[in-house]
């Protein structure tokens, strides 16, 4: 092989193949790419191995041969599962099997054009010594997966289950030689199921699916926005709104503060969902620019619906929650906070806004509280612009 320009490789399109689910497909850049390798992670039983019978269920109904590999379980739970299930799985191939080489081949015998191995650490190949599940096994596994994909342009993906802690002894070895990494989260205690990206060599990363878990598999939430702000009730002490860029999706969530008043000692900070040097860094602005007292409060926040706040365009929103508890005072419930605070006080302007706006006039918010650099012109919204964090008790309802 001789070394070709770029200009002259043709440019074939990239084939994708549609789950059947559009969230899925979504997450995955718009479908399955023939002959890549997905890796699947997530804790036990947020529903990793549902939403891939789901999946198979859907590709067998669309033409697409697709074998089940399940390590993990029997074919006879497997059935109990696909019987629980909205759509037909009947057709859907099983194969109760945890020696890869045999589970390749019987892909290439049924002339499998999608490849499920659940999980990756039950599976085990011949090609290396030591359990199912150590990480030779794991990593070794993968690449053999890797190679076959590549070989036989079956587009395979793989369960990898992460341990409590978010340590991810298995797959964050393997996100390195898979194409394309999801990661599967929610809380135990709520029915809905988050499934973004962070890695992706066919499309972007940080793209959101939201799930509902019911009694008949997960179903796809149209609307994130209005599930994060389902329980809000207006005229909250201590509640704020914002909204997040989840990947190229706006979604709006709810933040909730509470400053209580400490005992002895040193008072407590503890946040979810926020990064508690993010927090410091915000209570001290409060606290030197604008002259809001909270040494003597134990400082509580937390992030509605488990979604976490990485982008500073949330820190209004953040610092409104925490006035609003301070002062005892409800945040308009109509209005959303979108702006970055800067440590001289100064309220920023946010990358994004309109698209944020879009969302927020979608869902009935009527006032956006941001910086008054850069007007947020959306229609049917007021903009209240704010130069300091000063001025920020302001905007409390009465
Ligand atoms: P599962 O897909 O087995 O999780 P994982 O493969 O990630 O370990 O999901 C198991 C949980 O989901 C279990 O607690 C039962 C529940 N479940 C439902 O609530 N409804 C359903 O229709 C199904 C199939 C499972
Ligand atoms: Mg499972």
Not at 358 to 375: H, K, M, P, Q
Request: aromatic fraction near 4%.
């Amino acid at each position: 092989m001789s070394p070709v320009a770029l200009a002259d490789i043709s440019k074939t399109s990239l084939q994708r193949w549609s789950t059947g689910i559009a969230e899925f497909d979504f997450v995955l850049g718009g479908g399955l790419v023939p002959g890549s390798l997905v890796l699947i992670g997530g804790e036990p039983g947020i529903g990793k191995s549902t939403i891939l019978l789901q999946a198979a269920a859907r590709l067998e109904a669309g033409g697409r041969r697709t074998l089940y590999a399940s390590g993990e379980e029997s074919p006879e739970q497997v059935r109990l599962r696909a019987d629980r299930l909205r759509e037909n799985a009947g057709p859907v191939l099983v194969l109760g099997e945890t020696r890869l080489e045999s589970v390749l081949d019987a892909a290439r015998s049924v002339g499998a054009q999608v490849l499920i191995v659940d999980s990756i650490q039950t599976a085990y190949t011949d090609s290396l010594e030591g359990a199912p599940g150590s990480v030779g096994q794991v990593r070794e596994s993968a690449s053999h997966l890797m190679r076959f994909a590549k070989e036989t342009g079956i587009a395979t993906i793989v369960v990898g289950h992460v341990t409590k802690g978010g340590n991810i002894a298995g797959p964050k070895t393997l996100e390195h030689i898979v194409d394309t990494v999801l990661y599967f989260e929610g809380e135990p205690t709520m029915d809905y199921r988050l499934l973004r990206a962070t890695k992706n060599r066919f499309g972007s990363v940080d793209e959101l699916g939201v799930f509902t878990m019911t009694g008949q598999g997960l179903d796809p939430v149209a609307n994130p926005s209005a599930v994060f702000l389902g329980s809000r009730a207006a005229g909250t002490v201590g509640s704020a709104v914002t909204a997040l860029m989840e990947g190229s999706r706006p979604v709006l969530v709810e933040v909730q503060a509470l400053a209580a008043p400490s005992g002895y000692g040193t008072p407590q900070r503890v946040a979810a969902g926020i990064d508690p040097k993010r927090l410091a860094v915000l209570l001290a602005v409060l606290e030197m620019r604008a002259g809001e007292r909270f040494a003597q409060r134990d400082v509580f926040v937390q992030v509605a619906g488990g979604l976490k706040l990485t982008e500073p365009a949330a820190d209004l929103a953040v610092a409104a929650a925490l006035l609003s508890s301070l002062h005892n005072r409800p945040t308009p419930p109509d209005a959303i906070y979108l702006g970055e605070l800067g440590l001289g006080g100064e309220v920023r302007p946010i990358a994004g806004l309109d698209r944020r706006l879009g969302e927020a006039g979608r869902l009935g918010f009527r006032r956006v509280i941001a910086s008054d650099r850069g007007a947020a012109r959306v229609a049917g919204l007021t903009h209240l612009g704010l130069s300091a964090i000063s001025d920020l008790a302001g905007t409390l309802a009465a």
